[in-house]
């Protein structure tokens, strides 16, 4: 009997979440209409910060390069005495 009981209070329940669920089905078709109704504005363009804070911007790169001015060879240094005795030998 307690059985029976149970049942018939777990079929009353599932009666009452169809009944709610046969009722959600046309209020979500009414909000799916009304969103595809709706007209959708343009997205507004978001500015980038070295747009709207132009006195912080960077100067911007030299257009020319400059050219440093010719180096002169460095100087050959002065051979000594044991530069003249230990110099490469040359072919004869």
Known sequence: MVMLQLLH???????TLEQG??????LLATIVERLEDAKVEPA???ARYDQMYEALR???PPDAVEVPPA??????????????VFAPRTAP
């Open 58 to 60: 960077p100067a911007p």
């Open 9 to 15: 209070g777990i079929a009353a329940k599932q009666e």
């Open 21 to 26: 669920v046969a009722a959600l089905v046309p």
């Open 44 to 46: 507004v363009p978001i």
């Open 71 to 84: 180096v002169p060879p460095a100087p050959v240094p002065a051979v000594g005495w044991w530069g003249r």
